[in-house]
């Protein structure tokens, strides 16, 4: 069931196109998360959603019904704000029994609710403190529960991790995905992070420039992205100039220069001379000692010129006959090693056809 | 470290001294048993009490806080609603029209609203004009206090309290007014004393029939600075002390800049 349409909303400030044209469908009980560089226009439209901003045009659909001139406090939507927007005046239960009480709920009622929110947020000694007394990863959670305390029809999240350090970001993650299975409410979550958007969302919308680049789940559009930039932005991915030389119904054939005729997987809507980039992801590449057997016949002579050791990986940046450099990533887990390979090693690189693809430009 | 902390203490003492020194001889010499201002003689409450009896200065004290209470209230009430417009409404020329009385000088500010109320109004000079007066100049310093503690919040709570299920008059009775209470309580304080005291423009706005606080007792020092002007002085000090220490007990952030 499609719980929110966004159908072909535009928002100019100025000259400027902060959101263009963009239509999407998000479902019932979704986690839907929009992605994309700081200026892309997703808080934007966020902002619209849930009632700040007025679209220039464009409908705002619930459940079929435009909403474009409902107010903030009449949409069924709470939104948890980046910087949390606790009232600072207010303990940390008022501030989870504020829903509540402006939808006019009695004081009895609202403790019940709001000892029980407290009590699901890990926070139960902590309903008669002040914002300012709590932790970042308490105001976080003091957030989502006054989000959630009286079961909207959709959570609105923007950016709600941003200010978290890195180990408490990892926790709360895990934390998020139950909360939004157990609570059953839809989510639109904003983000920049794209691990963050892999490991939490149904599906993504990458956004970038106002418009939407493309909307899929986390695997499809890690593996198959549809232009380059989406390729970019998510993830690492080597890209070699091409041009398409052959197109059949299986697969394409590229020359790429220097490395002569590659073989990919068939694409929609790719002419012969199309030009672009063959693409590959950094852990698809494999690199052996020069001496090994390798079966498969897509196979170059690289060298190696430098790594980078992050711990469980290590990157090595390995220069091609064409004199272009590419990157591959292997795990180290093999005990007590840091690197296979050393810088100067001959190595022989190889790919297999099905994991690299062909981006037009 | 050591040394720079030791010039920091002398340095503080040295201006509360310079501060404070004056105020305390004044209070000092409204109980001497004296008519100058010279010399310690004894304790007397003589000052206070010929103070007691005079009429004219009973009447002026009594003009002052009515006028003190209303402005304040006024300009509260105005200042209040100005701060909020020129936080919410980005226009540029909106902070310099309420701002402008603040740093106008006095004088100009008196003789221009003397012409404006004899001139333009028509109106008979007495309390009604020193009330408007005095409001006009209040407006602006409530304003500033007022934006001010506005600006050094965030948005979004204002946002946050819409999206959450609060109509807009909701979200002023639970969200602004308690946030702004402290910078309003300040204004208010600050409108009322700023008030009481001011001569210039009471004196260009008054005309010739009641009599004010302020130039009572400038009238009475053209004789002679009698310890009775000490007395005044001292009560009024009084009531300015006691006006800030009821703010401080209703809200213990009124004195301090950061939000609770």
């Not at chain 1, 980078?308 to 290590?314: A, Q, R």
Request: glycine share 6%.
């Amino acid at each position: 069931m499609i719980l929110i349409e966004i159908r072909n909303v535009t928002k100019r400030f100025g000259d400027f196109i902060a959101v263009d044209n963009v239509s999407i469908e998000i479902q019932a009980g979704e986690f839907f998360t929009i992605l994309g560089p700081s200026g892309c226009g997703k808080t934007t439209l966020l902002r619209m959603i849930a009632g700040f901003d007025a679209p220039d045009s464009g409908q705002i659909l619930l459940e079929g019904k435009d909403i474009i001139d409902v107010p903030p406090e009449r949409r069924p939507f709470h939104t948890v704000f980046q910087s949390y927007a606790l009232f600072p005046h207010m303990t940390v239960a008022d501030n989870i029994g504020f829903p509540l009480k402006m939808s006019g709920k009695t004081r009895h009622e609202i403790m019940t609710l709001v000892t029980k929110a407290l009590e699901e947020v890990e926070l139960s000694q902590f309903g008669n403190r002040y914002p300012h007394e709590l932790s970042g990863g308490q105001k976080q959670r003091v957030a989502f529960a006054r989000g959630l305390i009286n079961q909207p029809r959709l959570l609105l999240l923007d950016e709600p991790l941003g200010a978290l350090d890195e180990k408490l970001r990892e926790n709360m993650q895990r934390e998020l995905i139950n909360l939004q299975a157990e609570a059953g409410v839809t989510f639109i979550y904003i983000t920049h992070a794209q691990n963050e958007a892999l490991a939490l969302s149904h599906r993504i919308a990458i956004m970038n420039q106002g418009k939407i680049e493309q909307v899929d789940e986390p695997a499809r559009i890690y593996n198959f992205p549809m232009n380059r930039f989406v390729a970019d932005f998510i993830g690492k991915i080597n890209m070699l100039d091409a041009s398409v030389i052959e197109v059949s119904s299986s697969h394409l054939k590229l020359r790429v220069t220097g490395l002569g005729e590659i073989t990919v997987p068939a694409k929609a809507c790719i002419k012969i001379n199309d030009r672009g980039v063959l693409a590959v992801r950094p852990e698809q590449i494999r690199i052996a000692p020069e001496a090994s057997e390798m079966n498969t016949g897509l196979q170059f002579i690289g060298k190696i010129k430098g790594f980078f050791y992050i711990g469980d990986v290590t990157t090595y940046n390995v220069e091609l006959p064409n004199n272009t450099w590419i990157e591959a990533l292997l795990p180290n887990s093999e005990p007590g090693h840091a690197k296979l390979f050393e810088i100067g090693d001959t190595v022989v690189v190889s790919w297999s056809e099905q994991s690299a693809q062909f981006l037009p430009n | 470290m050591q040394r720079r902390m030791t010039l920091l203490w002398i340095a503080s003492i040295l201006v509360y001294t310079f501060l404070y020194i004056p105020l305390i001889i004044v209070v000092i010499f409204s109980f001497n048993n004296s008519k100058l201002n010279a010399e310690w003689v004894g304790f007397t409450l003589h000052w206070y009490q010929t103070l007691f009896h005079n009429h004219e200065m009973l009447l002026a004290a009594r003009n002052s806080l009515i006028i003190a209470i209303s402005a304040s209230t006024l300009a509260t009430l105005l200042g209040t609603m100005a701060g909020l417009a020129i936080h919410r409404y980005k226009l540029k020329i909106l902070p310099i029209l309420a701002f402008t009385p603040v740093a106008m000088p006095e004088i100009l500010l008196g003789v221009s609203l003397l012409l404006f109320f004899l001139q333009v109004l028509n109106l008979t000079l007495g309390m009604f004009s020193i009330i408007i007066a005095h409001t006009t100049f209040c407006i602006g310093f409530v304003a500033i206090i007022v934006r001010a503690r506005l600006q050094g919040m965030d948005d979004l709570i204002f946002e946050a309290a819409r999206d959450l299920g609060a109509t807009p008059w909701q979200t002023f009775y639970h969200i602004t007014l308690p946030l702004i209470r402290p910078a309003i309580i300040a204004g208010a304080l600050m409108s009322f004393t700023l008030s009481i005291d001011d001569f210039v423009i009471t004196f260009f706005t008054k005309g010739v029939g009641e009599p004010i606080l302020p130039i009572q007792i400038y009238t009475m020092i053209k004789v002679a600075i009698t310890p009775e002007v000490n007395a005044v002085s001292t009560l009024l000090m009084l009531l300015t002390l006691t006006l800030i220490f009821v703010a401080t007990r209703f809200d213990t952030s009124v004195l301090r800049s950061e939000s609770k």
